[in-house]
């Protein structure tokens, strides 16, 4: 790799800027010893890096010039579960759950066999933990009153509240 004058000047002023991270000045002086001269292996041995990352920045700088020595974002996978699945869970965890499930509050467990049922698309409890940690909910902290499926909760709720307003005689309820 031949470099003009103007190269070498750029990538000695990237190894010397407070702008650009360690790691970038470390790439810009492998590509200054490729230049000079030296081969492959003995920059790796130098930059203590392995032979097949010294392929990688040299090959990027030839490709872009200094801008190719820059860490890029990885956009990520595809979005593999549709928004409107997204959507769904978020809008089904906040409202109150169809009676006929049976539960007081939303499990991830649950709420993805839920959407597996009503949407027909395969979601993981995970997936459903994650979703809920990314916007802050709780489903099974919603501070709401659940009142028991017991048919008999009214009259045992009367005795308790019975118990506490008429205490047998001499006796103290804690």
Sequence with gaps: MDLSEQDRAELHSVLKSQACDGSVSARAQMVLW????????EIAAMSRATRPTVDKWLKRYEQYGVEGLVNRVSPGGPQQIPDRVRARVLALTRKTLPSTLGISHWSSPEMARYIKKTEGVYVSSNWVSSLWRKHGL??????TFKISRDP?????????????LDPPEGEVVV
């Design 152 to 164: 008999d909760f009214g009259v045992k709720v009367g005795d308790v509240v019975n118990l506490y």
């Design 34 to 41: 490729y230049g000079d001269g030296y081969r492959k292996v």
């Design 138 to 143: 709780r489903p099974w902290r919603q501070g």
